[in-house]
């Protein structure tokens, strides 16, 4: 079974800082994807990042980046230069790639408030 | 392209009644995906489809729910008779690739039930 944990509830950073938010995962699968997704105050969940278990680089789209330790089996996303409209719920997520199953797993999320 | 279109964004209805969710996904997407999500429980995958025929049906909570998938444009999760505790934010989403490719999600539809 996969499981996706974000220690963290609540997370302050001041605008223009960077951030990390935390998350680990645990699966017997040999090939998997990890997603980040954020979800403002309105609801939507909008996809971030991605990072395949086999890509050798840590993923990054532009202010985002993800610091992926596979040994560690953490997948910790990075926002550099925090703004304003970064303040929402993060969701971490995984998805076997291999093995038939492909259900997805979602962590129970991270708030980030960017304070001004 | 437009995102995935769910409909009604919002809904509320009294204990008993039938309630009917709609999702249209990204043209071209294999994969259909329904979710809910409550403070309690998270986000949890209710049932996905491929090429309209469900796959895995096995969170869907009780067989009040009811998942439909008519063409690869239209989907609709329904609840028979509804009760308070369905009250939830129901997502749906859609992927070309399941296993590697993003998943993206519509604006969701929160369900209220009385």
């Known amino acids: 079974a996969q499981k996706i944990t974000q220690t963290q509830p609540g997370m302050f950073v001041q605008e223009k800082e960077a951030v990390t938010l935390d998350c680990t995962y645990d699966?017997?699968?040999?090939?998997?994807?990890l997603f980040w997704y954020k979800q403002p105050s309105s609801g939507e969940m909008i996809f971030l990042i991605y990072q395949g278990s086999y890509d050798q680089q840590n993923a990054t789209e532009g202010r985002y980046s993800l610091n992926f330790q596979k040994a560690r089996k953490s997948a910790n996303l990075v926002i550099s230069a925090s703004q304003l409209g970064d303040s929402a719920m993060y969701f971490c997520?995984?998805?076997?790639?291999?093995?038939?199953?492909?259900?997805?797993?979602f962590g129970r999320g991270t708030s980030l408030i960017v304070h001004p | 392209d437009a995102g995935v279109i769910q409909s009604p964004r919002h809904e509320v209805t009294e204990m008993g009644q039938e309630v009917t969710l709609r999702c249209k996904p990204i043209s071209g997407h294999d994969y259909l995906f329904w979710y809910r999500q409550t403070m309690m429980r998270g986000l949890e995958l209710l049932i996905y489809f491929n090429n309209n025929v469900p796959i895995d049906d096995s969170g869907m909570p009780e067989d009040r729910f009811s998942a439909k998938m008519p063409n690869a444009s239209f989907s609709t999760l329904k609840i028979q008779p509804s009760e308070p505790r369905d009250s939830a934010v129901y997502f749906c989403?859609?992927?070309?690739?399941?296993?590697?490719?993003?998943?993206?999600f519509g604006p969701g539809t929160r369900l209220t039930v009385l």
């Open positions: 699966t017997s699968d040999p090939s998997y994807g």
């Open positions: 997520a995984m998805r076997p790639a291999s093995g038939g199953s492909y259900i997805p797993t």
């Open positions: 989403a859609s992927s070309w690739v399941i296993s590697t490719d993003t998943q993206y």
